[in-house]
T-cell receptor, first 111, second 114 residues
């Protein structure tokens, strides 16, 4: 079993849709949870950061962490074509020097 | 302020050759990282460094070496290249002493070993 599981998609939605991206994990020591966005042929960039369980909102983006179920989600409201990218979940147990990434979900938002 | 820069952008190596991937950051970050990204596999940590003169292995260090003689530079050395090292390599850096600090990634080096 992989430490971090993420459905690679691809996922295609119309502009304005609500997008839900998810990851599950097996290591109960993970306590730092991140979502990265990666445009084609570019390096990842941090989108959301959450410590422990709970929700965090930033504009159109909401990150949720449920440690009891070992499940994290990223919601994108009012999706835009510029949101088309690969979204990677990442998590760390101790100090971000031990990050584990999901495989990434490729999202396309169609105008 | 260029952030994290990587050279070269692309490289084709023959089996058994060696090369160094260069990484430089101008943000005065103490922590630096090397990852590889294979299709459908996410990023895997190869090596990291918490400061000049200090390096440590990550998840997949075999076949690679690193050094950190300055805060700015963190080169990755491939000795005796193998087809399994065909991948996209990303360097990243982050601030020290903040658990929540963001890792800033470079644009990547695409390496093919044939």
């Amino acid at each position: 079993q992989k430490e971090v599981e993420q459905d690679p998609g691809p996922l295609s939605v119309p502009e304005g849709a609500i997008v839900s991206l998810n990851c599950t994990y097996s290591n109960s020591a993970f306590q730092y949870f991140m979502w990265y966005r990666q445009y084609s042929r570019k390096g990842p960039e941090l989108l959301m950061y959450t410590y422990s369980s709970g929700n965090k909102e930033d504009g159109r983006f909401t990150a949720q962490v449920d440690k009891s179920s070992k499940y994290i989600s990223l919601f994108i409201r009012d999706s835009q074509p510029s949101d088309s990218a690969t979204y990677l979940c990442a998590m760390s147990a101790y100090n971000n020097n031990d990050m584990r990434f999901g495989a990434g979900t490729r999202l396309t938002v169609k105008p | 302020n260029a952030g994290v820069t990587q050279t070269p952008k692309f490289r084709i190596l023959k089996i058994g050759q060696s090369m160094t991937l260069q990484c430089t950051q101008d943000m005065n970050h103490n922590y630096m990282y090397w990852y590889r990204q294979d299709p459908g596999m996410g990023l895997k940590l190869i090596y990291y460094s918490v400061g000049a003169g200090i390096t440590d292995k990550g998840e997949v260090p075999n076949g690679y070496n690193v050094s950190r003689s300055t805060t700015e530079d963190f080169p990755l050395r491939l000795e005796l290249a193998a087809p399994s090292q065909t991948s996209v390599y990303f360097c990243a850096s982050r601030e020290r002493d903040r658990q929540s600090s963001e890792q800033y990634f470079g644009p990547g080096t695409r390496l093919t070993v044939t």
